[in-house]
């Protein structure tokens, strides 16, 4: 299985849309830059033909360590949840 890096995204933007190496780079930088500035304001990310980004609180909980079984406390937190969209859901599960 291949990953895509910020350099595949930018080359991609690069050959598609005839910018410089230079312009296709700082578009990329700017794009994940605006998700990850709205996702720590606490906005949703639409986009579009995807899905949605957001922002989950998770409250402090009990948990155990698998390893040694003993119980531990998991602190609250914030974390990023990602949800599809039905049109990408299809895409995925036809190819």
Do not use: C, W
């Amino acid at each position: 299985m291949a990953t895509i890096t910020r350099a595949d995204f930018a080359e991609n933007i690069r050959t598609t849309a005839g910018l410089s190496a230079a312009e296709s780079y700082k578009l990329v930088d700017l794009f994940f830059s605006e998700i990850s500035e709205s996702l720590i304001r606490g906005e949703e990310v639409k986009i579009a033909g995807l899905g949605t980004f957001k922002i989950l609180h998770k409250k402090e909980r009990m948990g155990r360590n698998p390893k040694t079984g003993e119980s531990a406390v998991i602190s609250a937190r914030r974390t990023v949840s990602f949800r599809p969209n039905t049109e990408f859901r299809k895409k995925v599960a036809q190819s």
